[in-house]
């Protein structure tokens, strides 16, 4: 590890305190009192309310952050690791003997209080010189029972801690008290206790420091920011020498080993302290962990004893976990992983959260951290703000393929299918590449990206036409919060995970307040869920959720699959709640497999999500979607303009799904227009770029042959898809396009 570069502090002593003319006779009034002390005198009043004292564990500088869950139950702790409490028989001699001689001299022989070190701190200061007055005993006292009132220096404080280090050597032994001091000074570096400090500078045991090592971790603590060998090395030899010295003078070391040590140059072999978060549910604590961090600093969250109330239900956690177990086990590949969010609707509390396949081989977070291109599931934003713009999505377009949206962007349906002519909500159910495509050239890039941010997306989008087919990478945590916003009648909310933060005495120092924003009227919102309800039917996308689904609620949800079933989705709600599920390989951007199969959201993320689904809504009564009488002000049809369809055609509606005959595979749904092109009256559109296939052979006028596609819905759906041939890419997607919308036609349901 290379040397830390930072900005060193000026010296300001946390043991020896300059006091002046006032510090003179605080010095006095403390002896004054040291002596009243020792003869029984206590004033009554300044020791009232005195903390817990005589128990072992008052004296522990760290106390370890709490997290709850939503009923009450602890789900884990954070705290340091290597705050680990050594035995004296753990450190060094020369640690126990050079904090003694430079600390408190006459540890051995004061009751806690010590006149003389007094009267010797007042000798200094008069000569200008700064020496500390406290014992080993009183800093004990003050950075662990009063460490609420350590920076108090009224002689109130002085008091409090004078008299309870006097009763607590009646109580402890000195050993002991020496060994509570040095599992607890601080160090620096955010190293509490000797053995820490010994890890961070050194890299190994207390037991272990050399007598130089031992010196210079003993000299630290008079003030770490200043001694910190890493930012000024110069000013902690020179501090690790006057230990060495008064060790010598003291007799606890020769001549010889002080001459060897204070030679010896400044070497640091740093070790890292490791966080250690213990408890249940690690994905979703991590995150916690990492939502305080934004306002807390570690030191606080692994020591400072916050009490941290959450939103996640053990029950739909253990439901969520064994959802994702249970699928990514019947796959039999032991690469596939799999996220997954869930959120109330009505709060925007986060219900449960999975971010990956087993938290112990990788505590990566794939739900929070992960960010995988969102494929079709993208492209309810593209029809919401549509909606918002007036399309209505009864509105019909042409959903052949391939076709050409713009000089540079060539769109593809999955399989090339040819879908016909169809409405919006039709083309949604089947997720038609063509006609989103369409549809965004018509609203533009902004219109998309906008709608998407109000809703809750907040990665960063680029405004090309292709996103909405998904060319996007977002979290599923990202996507659960948006669909979210349809979910609550147009409302967003962030997700939240914390509800309340109180401190280790009990204040709350944060309480979550809703605050909801409206990103889309109740009316669209209405609409797009609407069409969302259309893709979990039999013939279209969501056909598994369709015929799966036990709980008694009405569901909207969308696919996505991105290039080559590299990513795949479901996101999906109900009025109570949303969820997103995502899977894939985590380390890799490759074709899934499933059973040796391809991967699909029907053998993956809808399994998945229909289980967790079933589970934590068994028996809940039916509600329906939030609805209003307020209404969506559609434009006329005809004023669209799309590239692949004309005006005239956008006046009649195809607008159910019912216009399909659909056959199910392992893979796929494959749905054939049952339109007039099935007379074979239509003629062929186009040969694709690449691929050499066979028009179909059907019956009807002509079967079609040539490069590609060219032919392809001439001859009618008899015989089977016809013109199937060409660069059909695999899964659920397409093929590609170029220039700023490279792969914009790639992805797919």
Not at 184 to 212: M, P, Q, W
Not at 380 to 404: E, K, R, V, Y
Not at 620 to 631: G, L
């Amino acid at each position: 590890m290379g040397i830390r570069t930072r900005r060193a502090h000026k010296h300001s002593s946390t043991h020896a305190v300059g006091f002046g003319i006032a510090g003179v006779f605080g010095f006095i009034a403390l002896f004054a009192l040291a002596l009243a002390l020792s003869l029984g005198s206590v004033v009554d009043s300044w020791l009232q309310d005195l903390p817990d004292y005589e128990s072992a564990d008052a004296y522990l500088v760290a106390e370890p952050t709490i997290v709850y869950a939503a009923d009450g139950t602890e789900i884990a702790q954070y705290y340091l690791q290597n705050r680990r409490s050594v035995t004296l028989d753990d450190i060094s001699d020369y640690v126990k003997k050079g904090t003694v001689d430079v600390e408190d001299e006459r540890f051995y022989q004061h009751n806690g209080v010590d006149p003389q070190g007094i009267l010797r701190a007042i000798v200094s200061q008069l000569s200008g010189r700064s020496e500390g007055a406290s014992t080993i005993t009183q800093q004990l006292v003050r950075n662990t029972v009063l460490s609420s009132e350590q920076f108090d220096q009224t002689l109130k404080r002085k008091v409090r801690e004078a008299y309870i280090a006097i009763q607590m050597e009646k109580t402890y032994s000195k050993d002991q008290i020496l060994n509570m001091y040095l599992n607890t000074i601080y160090y620096g570096e955010g190293a509490y206790g000797i053995e820490a400090a010994s890890v961070t500078y050194f890299n190994k045991h207390a037991s272990e420091l050399t007598l130089a090592e031992a010196a210079t971790l003993v000299g630290i603590p008079n003030s770490p920011s200043y001694y910190d060998p890493f930012v000024n090395p110069d000013a902690c030899v020179e501090r690790r020498n006057k230990v060495l010295g008064n060790m010598l003078e003291m007799g606890d070391i020769t001549q010889e080993e002080y001459d060897e040590a204070a030679a010896e140059e400044l070497t640091l072999n740093p070790g890292s302290l490791q966080d250690e978060t213990s408890g249940s549910y690690p994905y979703f604590t991590d995150y916690v962990k990492t939502l305080l961090q934004s306002d807390f600093d570690n030191d606080t969250i692994l020591k400072g004893g916050l009490r941290v109330y959450t939103t996640l239900d053990p029950t739909y956690q253990e439901a969520a976990e064994e959802a994702v177990s249970t699928t990514l086990d019947s796959a039999n590949n032991d690469r596939l992983s799999a996220a997954l969010v869930c959120i109330d609707n009505d709060t925007g509390y986060v219900k449960a959260m999975v971010g990956g396949r087993d938290y112990s081989s990788s505590q990566f977070n794939l739900a929070t951290q992960s960010t995988r291109q969102a494929g079709s599931s993208f492209k309810t934003f593209t029809l919401t703000a549509a909606i918002s713009a007036g399309m209505n999505p009864n509105i019909t377009l042409n959903c052949s393929s391939p076709m050409q949206i713009t000089s540079t962007w060539t769109v593809k349906n999955y399989g090339n299918h040819q879908y016909g002519y169809r409405s919006l909500a039709s083309a949604t159910a089947i997720s038609s590449n063509t006609a989103y495509a369409q549809v965004a050239e018509a609203i533009g890039a902004d219109a998309i990206v906008d709608t998407a941010y109000s809703m809750g997306i907040t990665s960063t989008l680029s405004r090309y036409l292709s996103i909405t087919l998904g060319a996007v990478s977002v979290s599923p945590l990202e996507m659960c919060d948006a669909y979210s916003t349809l979910a609550s009648g147009g409302l967003h909310r962030d997700a939240v995970c914390i509800t309340k933060i109180e401190d280790r005495n009990g204040n709350v120092v944060y309480e979550h307040q809703d605050n909801p924003t409206r990103a889309v009227s109740e009316a669209v919102a209405e609409a797009v869920t609407n069409v969302l309800e259309g893709v979990v039917a039999n013939g279209a996308t969501g056909y598994y959720v369709a015929d799966y689904n036990t709980t008694n609620q009405p569901i909207a949800g969308k696919t996505g699959t991105s290039d080559d079933a590299e990513d795949l989705w479901f996101c999906g709600y109900t009025p109570q709640i949303t969820c997103a599920v995502w899977s894939g390989y985590p380390d890799a951007r490759v074709a899934v497999t499933v059973n040796g199969g391809v991967g699909t959201t029907q053998n993956t993320v809808q399994p998945i999500w229909t289980n967790f689904m079933n589970k934590v809504l068994a028996g809940v009564a039916r509600e329906e979607f939030p609805t209003t009488t307020d209404t969506v002000d559609y434009k006329d049809n005809s004023s669209w303009t799309f590239v692949g369809t004309s005006a005239s055609t956008n006046s009649t509606s195809y607008n159910t799904v019912s216009e399909t005959t659909t056959t199910t595979t392992d893979s796929q749904s494959t749905t054939n227009p049952t339109t007039s092109e099935s007379t074979g009256s239509k003629t062929g559109n186009g040969g694709s770029t690449s691929g050499s296939g066979t028009g179909g052979s059907g019956s009807g006028s002509g079967s079609g042959s040539g490069s590609g596609n060219t032919g392809g819905t001439t001859g009618g759906t008899t015989g089977g898809e016809t013109g199937g041939g060409g660069t059909s890419g695999t899964g659920e997607t397409g093929g590609g396009g170029t220039g700023e919308n490279t792969g914009g036609g790639t992805t797919g349901r």
